[in-house]
């Protein structure tokens, strides 16, 4: 069996929430700018006469790659905007339309986010106290250093694995991921704890009935793990009451002359103080699961980044 | 309003829009969610507060208000664009008002809208003078409203940090463009999604910041457990104070099971003309392409869980406004009462909601809030309104603790803007953040013009890119095309100019043009990255 990095640690029988295969996303939203036909009886109107104009421009949610390609022509000069000409012209895909800004724009935009980066990157993100988020890449120079190293074939005859290190508690766990996916979701198991992710390569193993009978390596890979890159470090935030966390001593700050002062925990005031404010708080939280159970029907309607929420205007 | 309370309750309403600006054409429905909050939130919220100082009713209430929002506020563009909205919107209502003489009650109605909208112009034209930030100033400077900034384009701190030199320049540029509008010093930020992060605290100290809101779990999970909950504030390590949203008082207003806004007496937001009048007569005022959209002329109430509504009357709202608002009155009462004898200072109730909840979805939004502050000022009441920073003033002596990581976002923390529908997106913002600061280092303060014109313009592009709004729409899939647009948009510019960059081969006139499009933070400096 396959050693890893800090064996003598336990290990976690990890669960990957979520294998995320990317496929080339944007590719499958590529417009073809030139086949888009662009018929448009441009009727501009005079904003008194509010004769409204029926415009057959794709609306909003369509692709807009071909819009600007339709305005490339000179023959709208900047129109003063106050009083608009009405002005039919004919239908031509070259036509340029008289917006209310009056600006032209002759520079076609289009553009695809990039697959990849050639960089060789783990980076680490917490989604909740407890899952994380991992991508990584590998650029071509790294890999090409691979190769001379352990063999031409040496992205065959290993898989990639995710080293998880919970720096906080001291112990590391390993998840076996694979060469399709760029990113990962991942429980682990105590919020408030630093994270650390290393990404590596095995060699292929092979088992019978669970048990490892060999391990398929060559004669350049001689080591049952290569580690490529580590991530950042990161805190997962926390998800509970620290009450367990008692503490004496209360610090204060008077934020306008800066000095600190400190009071007793002990004293009984304080201490009927916290039981009254997180009863009250006890209280909340029963409403506040009747709040979760609505999560669920309404997809995201947190009370206030769900459905009734600026970003979500409209 | 009570000179000795016992306690206070304070009102933060966060107002923001992501930056939307489409010179090139006006055909993006998307401009449009800028025209509709201006006439149903801000413009109502402005109205009231002049009611409110006219009829000499003391009160306090605390707003943010994004660079995106101002920045689109100022835009000349998009004043000239809902002036015409406006117009557009008064025609439909005259038709509307000769069509629904069949009803009279149907017929009050149309009037009324034609009123409001007439109404609108009117203010913002020779009232406001197109100038609606000056107008929320006004009420900043006589001291009943409150300002305060939020990152430069609500950039989501809890992913972005893995850069902080991006956090830091979403911070400094959000206190950049609130100087510019408000003429002084933000002393508090709303968290954009109310993202906390300890590593962001030293750079809000470095540019002034003094207070955040944050989540109530950002407060109720912090280390060590602060004493008095979210009916406190407390300060970070790092010197941030953090107030945390109440529970109680945000579930009245949120639940969508019986919060205020769902009252059988409020209008019925998804029963719009846009969609129910006949395709040939509302067809000049819906998309241009032709698809049914909301146009705001609603004439029904919410009845009940009924599809047959009936229709909407303003005197049964103002009831239900009465009603509820002498609810929300007796809670808060009642619950100071409780709370404030554990506590050494008054206990400060904090209400944080979208600004754009009151008015646009909760039509009655904005007169709920002036009927409560009325009671508030006139009524027996135990606690008075309050603005995060007078507490502060008041009550500087603040327990030290570390807020918890946290957001407003269901659950709490960063599922909604990192998961599985837009998680591909994080690595290009990444990618974009590190090359912006590997540029400001590579080409630091750049003497020759182009060149600086093109970095400046990499970090309006960078930071347009990091919106929170484009993630919250794919996850929440409505207009989740225009989302991916934007962010491909806005990384595709940003690269294209850094590669222009690095090679020394800058295309000035596609520079100019995608400064026309996105023209916002016409004073940035991207040493900021540096």
């Known amino acids: 069996m396959p050693r890893k990095a800090k064996e003598e640690k336990e290990k976690f029988e990890e669960k990957a929430v979520k294998k995320v295969t990317k496929t080339v996303k944007s590719s499958k939203e590529k417009v073809e700018k030139t086949s888009k036909s662009k018929k448009a009886p441009i009727i501009s109107k005079e904003e008194k006469e509010s004769k409204k104009t029926a415009k057959t421009k794709t609306k909003a949610d369509k692709p807009k790659a071909s819009k600007t390609t339709t305005k490339t022509k000179k023959s709208t000069k900047k129109a003063s905007t106050k009083t608009k000409v009405a002005k039919t012209s004919s239908v031509s895909k070259e036509e340029k339309v008289n917006t209310i800004s009056g600006e032209k724009f002759e520079i076609a935009e289009y553009y695809d986010l990039p697959y990849r980066y050639n960089q060789t990157v783990v980076k680490l993100l917490y989604q909740t106290p407890t899952t994380l988020f991992i991508y990584w890449d590998i650029s071509v120079e790294d890999s090409e250093k691979l190769k001379e190293k352990y063999g031409e074939d040496f992205f065959e005859k290993t898989r990639p694995v995710l080293i998880v290190h919970n720096e906080t508690k001291g112990y590391s766990f390993e998840v076996e991921i694979n060469d399709f996916a760029n990113c990962w979701y991942l429980n682990v198991k105590d919020s408030k704890c630093n994270y650390k992710i290393e990404l590596g390569r095995r060699p292929f193993e092979v088992t019978y009935q669970g048990e490892v009978t060999s391990v398929k390596t060559t004669p350049k890979i001689n080591t049952n793990y290569i580690p490529i890159t580590s991530s950042n470090t990161i805190e997962s935030p926390n998800d509970h009451v620290l009450l367990e966390k008692a503490q004496e001593m209360l610090y204060f700050r008077n934020v306008k002359t800066n000095t600190v002062t400190s009071k007793n925990i002990a004293t009984l005031t304080y201490l009927k103080s916290i039981g009254k404010i997180y009863q009250v708080n006890e209280l909340y939280k029963k409403f506040y699961n009747e709040e979760i159970l609505d999560y669920s029907k309404g997809g995201f309607s947190n009370p206030s980044s769900g459905g009734l929420s600026s970003s979500s205007f409209k | ?530």
């Open chain 2, 1 to 530: 309003m009570n000179k000795n309370p016992k306690g206070y309750v304070s009102f933060v309403l966060h107002a923001h829009l992501p930056f939307i600006h489409h010179p090139e054409s006006d055909d993006y429905l998307e401009e449009q969610w800028l025209f509709e909050a201006i006439s149903e939130t801000y413009i109502p919220l402005l109205r009231n507060y002049k009611k409110l100082v006219d009829e000499k009713v003391d009160f306090r209430i605390t707003m943010s208000m994004t660079p995106p929002l101002l920045w689109m506020l100022d835009n000349k563009l998009l004043q000239k664009k809902y002036i015409h909205y406006l117009n557009e919107h008064i025609e439909l209502c005259e038709k509307e008002v000769k069509r629904t003489v069949y009803d009279s009650r149907l017929n009050e109605l149309s009037k009324y809208y034609l009123n409001r909208y007439s109404d609108d112009l009117h203010l913002f034209k020779d009232v406001f003078k197109c100038d609606l930030i000056s107008a929320f100033k006004h009420f900043q400077d006589i001291g009943v409203l409150e300002i305060i900034t939020c990152g430069a384009t609500h950039g989501f701190f809890p992913i972005l940090f893995v850069n902080e030199k991006t956090v830091k320049a979403q911070i400094a540029v959000g206190v950049q463009t609130y100087k510019k509008y408000f003429g002084k010093q933000p002393r508090g930020i709303w968290l954009p999604e109310c993202g906390y992060v300890p590593e962001a605290d030293k750079y809000l100290k470095e540019f002034g910041i003094e207070y955040a809101i944050v989540e109530s779990h950002g407060i109720l999970y912090a280390d060590p457990t602060p004493v008095y909950g979210t009916f406190a504030p407390i300060v970070s390590p790092g010197g941030l104070i953090a107030f945390g949203r109440d529970m109680e008082s945000s579930r009245q207003v949120w639940s969508s099971i019986n919060g205020y806004p769902g009252d059988y007496n409020y209008r019925e937001f998804y029963r719009d003309i846009g969609y129910e009048a006949d395709y040939d007569y509302i067809k000049p005022y819906i998309a241009h392409d032709g698809v049914r959209v909301n146009t705001g002329i609603k004439y029904y109430r919410i009845t009940g869980k009924t599809d047959q509504k009936d229709y909407y009357n303003l005197q049964w709202a103002q009831d239900s406004i009465n009603m509820q608002t002498g609810h929300f009155f007796d809670s808060r009462v009642k619950q100071i009462n409780e709370v404030a004898p554990y506590m050494d200072h008054p206990p400060i109730i904090l209400c944080p909601y979208d600004a754009e909840l009151y008015g646009h979805w909760w039509y009655e939004g904005p007169d709920w809030l002036y009927t409560l502050f009325k009671k508030i000022h006139y009524d027996d009441c135990n606690f008075a309104l309050i603005t995060p920073s007078e507490y502060i003033d008041k009550y500087p002596n603040i327990q030290i603790c570390s807020p918890c990581r946290s957001s407003w976002g269901a659950n709490g923390y960063n599922e909604v803007w990192l998961n599985p529908s837009n998680d591909y997106v994080h690595r290009h913002l990444h990618k974009a953040g590190d090359r912006m600061v590997e540029l400001a280092h590579l080409f630091p303060n750049e003497q020759d013009k182009l060149k600086r014109f093109a970095l400046n313009q990499c970090a309006r592009e960078l930071l347009l890119a990091q919106s929170s709004d484009w993630l919250f729409i794919i996850t929440n899939n409505t207009m989740v095309d225009y989302a991916k647009k934007r962010i491909k948009d806005h990384i595709g510019r940003f690269t294209k100019l850094y590669e222009e960059i690095k090679r020394d081969k800058i295309d000035e006139k596609y520079l100019n043009e995608i400064y026309k499009k996105d023209k916002i933070f016409d004073d940035i400096d991207y040493m900021i990255y540096y």
